[in-house]
């Protein structure tokens, strides 16, 4: 089956303990993404990957990574997780930039 | 960042009614879509439009691309309970070889039965 897939879907850490949420696609997509979700802000673009070893930033990177080592993995890495990355994370790809978007299922991320 | 103005923001209905909500922006894309959020899930990919102009349906859903490409509109006819979510609006630009998406902040359906 066509998915994209995240882990964990729930996640509670403390501040500054350093985490990856992981996010895989077997659909041989080219572009990657990860976005949070949060009420009243809606989804929010935070890094996205046009194809291995490519990179950039969305709209709201501070404070995160990410990785393209292999073309179905995206991982998002937090370093020193605060409260305000409290948050539910999507990852999503689709077959090339001017592709509509396919969404994971979610993480759901609360930092102490 | 950008964002769409999406309307309504939640609608109550009764089961059989249709539904009207739409978007706009003051910016051009070239693509618009239509996205459905269940709880705990992640946004399901409804309709893709490409064109000014197009009108596209998927099964009870009807969506329409804008003729000024700055907004569009999502029909759901002969409501059932399965409906019940979160409907997105997203416009997408490519621009520079980079996909830009910006969406709506979200309507959500409640059905009675």
């Known amino acids: 089956e066509a998915q994209v897939t995240q882990n964990p879907r729930y996640l509670i850490t403390v501040t500054g303990k350093k985490l990856t949420v992981t996010c895989s696609q077997n659909m041989n997509h080219e572009y990657m993404s990860w976005y949070r979700q949060d009420p009243g802000l809606g989804l929010r673009q935070i890094y996205y990957?046009?194809?291995?070893?490519?990179?950039d930033k969305g709209d709201v990177p501070e404070g995160y990574k990410v990785s393209r080592k292999e073309k179905r993995n995206f991982p998002l890495i937090l370093e020193s997780p605060s409260p305000n990355q409290t948050s539910l994370y999507f990852c999503?790809?689709?077959?090339?930039?001017?592709?509509?978007?396919?969404f994971g299922n979610g993480t759901r991320l609360t930092v102490t | 960042g950008q964002q769409l103005n999406q309307s309504p923001q939640s609608m109550f209905i009764q089961e059989g009614e249709d539904v009207s909500m739409n978007c706009t922006s003051s910016?051009?894309?070239?693509?618009w879509l239509w996205y459905k959020q269940d709880p705990g899930e992640g946004p399901v990919l409804l309709i893709a439009l490409y064109k000014a102009g197009e009108l596209t349906s998927n099964g009870r859903l009807t969506a329409q691309f804008g003729i000024t490409r700055k907004d569009s509109f999502l029909n759901i006819s002969a409501s059932i309970p399965s409906d019940v979510g979160i409907y997105f609006c997203a416009g997408q630009l490519v621009f520079q070889g980079a996909q830009k998406l910006v969406f709506g902040q979200g309507t959500r359906l409640t059905i009675n039965p």
């Open positions: 910016s051009i894309f070239n693509t």
């Open positions: 990957s046009m194809n291995v070893e490519v990179t």
């Open positions: 999503a790809s689709s077959l090339s930039v001017a592709s509509p978007l396919h």
